[in-house]
């Protein structure tokens, strides 16, 4: 059975009727994980035992694809971190709140953060900077499934990037509308809500 996920109209107690339009299809997204994979690989290919630190929750299936694309001389080590600077609505609310920050010593070792999307900026911003006084790394890098320039206060750049899009408000493939949505196998922009 072929289901159209594209056409689905979610019910949403907070939302009213939720519109999801198709973006980027599950196949899409994970074409260009893998070009972004190969590209990590070079980099990171000759370095000691790369850190991959995934940035819960949204980034989680970002990761899991991403990590299986990467091939590197050393086995690659995962740590999480969830890191919140959206409350439920779809407004950043400026503040970076830091619910799981438990790393163990990974002093001067060669990091790839992972991300789901940088927006303002602030959630990367504050992490990559706490990375650089905590544990001074060799190599601190950042890869993102999406980016939205538009929307930046602070200065920052991923090192790697998905898709770059519009200022639009994207769910499925991780990313979430007040905890809903993350399960959507491709990426969307909600629309009709509220
Ligand atoms: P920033 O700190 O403003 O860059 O926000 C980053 C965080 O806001 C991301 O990790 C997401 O959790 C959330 N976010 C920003 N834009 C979107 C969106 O379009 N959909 C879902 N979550 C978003
Ligand atoms: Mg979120």
Redesign the pocket.
């Known amino acids: 059975m072929v289901v159209d996920l594209s056409k689905r109209v979610y019910k949403d107690k907070e939302a009213g009727t939720a519109k999801i339009r198709e973006l980027y299809s599950g196949e899409r997204v994970r074409a260009r994980i893998a070009e972004l994979g190969r590209q990590i690989s070079e980099d990171f290919q000759d370095l000691d035992r790369p850190v991959v630190i995934g940035?819960m929750k949204?980034a989680i299936f970002f990761l899991a694809d991403l990590m299986r694309t990467i091939e590197t001389h050393d086995p690659l080590q995962l740590e999480f971190v969830r890191l919140a600077?959206?409350g439920s609505a779809t407004e950043?609310s400026g503040v970076?709140q830091t619910p799981y920050l438990d790393l163990p010593n990974i002093a001067h070792r060669n990091i790839l953060v992972v991300?789901?999307?940088?927006?303002?900026?602030?959630?990367?911003k504050f992490f990559l900077d706490y990375l650089r006084g905590q544990f001074d790394p060799k190599t601190l890098k950042l890869a993102a499934l999406l980016d939205?320039p538009s929307r930046r206060v602070t200065e920052l750049k991923a090192d790697y990037t998905g898709f770059t899009i519009d200022d639009?408000?994207?769910?499925g493939y991780g990313?979430?509308?007040a905890e809903q949505f993350r399960e959507l196998p491709f990426l969307g922009e909600l629309v009709d809500f509220g």
């Open positions: 940035v949204g600077s959206y950043s970076v991300e789901d999307i940088i927006d303002s900026g602030r959630t990367a939205k639009l408000f994207v769910v990313l979430d509308y």
